[in-house]
């Protein structure tokens, strides 16, 4: 089969710093991507690793090693507009290289 | 211009009726997508059209119907839907299909009575 596992749900308060992790266990894969969704908005692209490492774009990072299947998101000094579902997702060649989402963690960023 | 908007943002509609959404993007992208979002959940792929091409139907019941009219527009015809059908329905593009980054709109929060 085919999953995506991240936590449910996170919580912090402003100006920490928060990991978000996702594993997957697809048939293929090509990469791992990140998305943030606002409450009644549109998921919003935040990163794509295709190969192992870091990425950095800002206060947010994301990370992958694909020989532990295992990926997380970073996010640095949490603001209260943070507060959102976050979605790995992963591109899987064997799935006619549809996007395969994760169930989505949503993140509250207290004061 | 990196939107891709959709219309409408809300429609309620009886099981009888038939209705379009509608998407548009000027990114040049030649990838389009439909998902369905219900609440607190992922969005599941419906369909993926690739070069004005349908390349990917997840098996959604035919009530539900994808059109591609040209490279910067996709529709989605809805005709005796069910109750269970209401949901967030997002259009979304990328440069080119099986891509990591995909550009969504808005939504179109549909209610079926």
């Known amino acids: 089969g085919q999953s995506l596992e991240q936590p449910s749900e996170v919580t912090a308060v402003e100006g920490a710093i928060v990991q978000i992790n996702c594993t997957y266990q697809t048939s293929g894969f090509y990469g791992l991507s990140w998305y943030q969704q606002h409450d009644g908005g549109a998921p919003t692209f935040l990163s794509y690793n295709g190969l192992d490492g870091l990425e950095e774009t800002g206060r947010f990072s994301s990370f992958l090693s694909r020989s532990d299947s295992y990926g997380y998101l970073l996010l640095q000094e949490l603001q209260m507009k943070d507060s959102a579902s976050y979605f790995c997702?992963?591109?899987?060649?064997?799935?006619?290289?549809?996007?395969?989402f994760g169930q989505g963690t949503e993140l509250s960023v207290k004061p | 211009d990196t939107e891709v908007t959709q219309t409408p943002k809300h429609l309620v509609m009886g099981m009888t009726n038939k209705k379009s959404l509608k998407c548009e993007q000027h990114?040049?992208?030649?990838?389009m997508y439909w998902y369905k979002q219900k609440a607190k959940k992922p969005p599941e792929l419906m369909f993926v059209?690739?070069?004005?091409?349908?390349?990917i139907n997840e098996s959604v019941p035919s009530r539900f119907s994808p059109e591609c009219p040209n490279s910067s527009l996709l529709n989605l015809h809805l005709h005796a839907l069910q109750p269970e059908d209401s949901a967030l329905y997002l259009c979304?593009?990328?440069?080119?299909?099986?891509?990591?980054?995909?550009?969504f709109g808005e939504g179109s929060r549909l209610t079926v009575l």
């Open positions: 990114m040049g992208h030649r990838a």
């Open positions: 059209y690739s070069y004005e091409k349908l390349s």
């Open positions: 979304a593009s990328s440069q080119e299909a099986y891509t990591g980054e995909l550009f």
């Open positions: 997702a992963v591109r899987d060649p064997n799935q006619g290289g549809k996007l395969i």
